[in-house]
């Protein structure tokens, strides 16, 4: 199986995933107070997360990371449980970095760092406040300004081989070998101030970057003695369509942030439902919830109460709540975050200029 960071390639099979890349299944249990995310198993694997929750719960040092791609000019809500997995970290004391890939996004998507840069503060990083992120409590930086990430982007070149890259990320172009190098060199990048484990919350996809970096902290052990790196991953929000994971290429199937909240509902009314055939036949049978994207959505975005969203679960699956009243449900709900979220993300523009930037020499 091979999962490229890079591509559009979806995973359909999660728990074969888990047992050939050497995850472990998650469980809300390892974690103190776990998020709507968490909770309802769209976190589904870790690596090395004990760790982190033996800091959390003994309130030792750690720190979570996460990067920014900023290749365009919105991200959708598959972007946003990773931020709200970072948000969980932080708020459980998780010395937090956010790192513009810059390089990366110049390297693989041909955006020139001017670009690059403009694009994040213009509305990425302020989008990641406008999800919750407390600027205040965050610690950022380009990749292309950070000397320390490149020097460790060339020691870690001296510890993989061609072919050990190729098995990894299934391809070996010189862009792609910079990127996944200068990756590892940020998630570690931390520790050279302080040897502390980290966290790094990722989409599946990512997972051949945190692969490369644990092996790089196994490889040197004489030269930085890195603290373990752990990692949680989430699944795919999946698409309106039915598909495995919203995607671009699918405009009418994916939910920009921000998006017209006319506009949303009309894709959102448009998604695939596990309604019956008829109404007759819903109310006798009842809907099938697990395969309705507006009930997923309600699970993974938009119902924080799990006692409202088992409800929802339990009239919907008894064919008491028709398709068109889910909807109804969905709609007013998804109207009401995207308002929200267009408030929060202008305020949060105003507050670029005083964010915490790592400034190097």
């Not at 509902?265 to 309604?275: F, Q």
């Not at 997923?296 to 679960?313: A, G, N, V």
Request: with cysteine; proline share 5%.
């Amino acid at each position: 199986m091979k999962i490229d960071p890079w591509g559009s390639e979806l995973i359909q099979d999660y728990e074969r995933l888990i047992k050939n890349f050497g995850l472990k299944p998650f469980s809300p249990l390892l974690l103190p107070d776990p998020n709507r995310l968490m909770r309802r198993n769209a976190v589904f694997a870790h690596q090395d997360l004990e760790v982190i929750s033996n800091c959390i719960k003994s309130k030792k040092k750690y720190y979570a990371l996460t990067g920014i791609m900023p290749t365009g000019d919105k991200i959708h809500f598959g972007n946003k449980m990773v931020v709200e997995n970072l948000i969980y970290f932080q708020e459980h004391n998780a010395k937090t970095y956010i790192l513009v890939a810059d390089l990366e996004a110049s390297a693989t998507r041909k955006v020139s760092l001017k670009e690059a840069k403009k694009r994040a503060l213009d509305f990425h990083i302020p989008a990641y406040i406008a999800l919750g992120l407390n600027q205040k409590k965050t610690i950022f930086y380009f990749q292309s300004e950070n000397k320390k990430v490149m020097h460790l982007t060339y020691d870690f070149s001296k510890k993989i081989t061609l072919n050990e890259f190729k098995a990894i990320y299934g391809i070996a172009d010189p862009s792609r070998i910079l990127s996944g190098l200068t990756q590892a060199a940020d998630m570690l990048f931390p520790q050279l101030e302080e040897k502390i484990p980290g966290v790094i919350p990722v989409g599946l996809d990512q997972s051949p970057h945190l692969r490369l970096a644990r092996d790089i902290i196994n490889r040197t052990k004489n030269v930085y003695n890195f603290a373990p790196l752990a990692s949680v991953y989430n699944k795919f929000t999946p698409s309106l369509d039915g598909s495995i994971k919203m995607s671009k290429s699918s405009p009418n199937s994916l939910i920009d942030l921000p998006e017209n909240a006319e506009s949303a509902c009309k894709k959102l009314r448009g998604a695939i439902s596990g309604g019956r055939k008829t109404l007759e036949e819903h109310k006798k049978l009842g809907g099938i919830p697990e395969k309705d994207m507006v009930f997923e959505m309600l699970k993974l975005h938009l119902e924080e109460d799990d006692k409202k969203l088992q409800k929802i679960y339990n009239d919907y699956k008894s064919g008491k709540l028709t398709t068109k009243e889910l909807k109804d449900i969905g709609c007013e709900k998804l109207t009401k975050f995207l308002n929200e979220f267009s408030k929060k993300l202008e305020k949060a523009k105003k507050q670029v200029s005083s964010l915490k930037f790592i400034e190097f020499n």
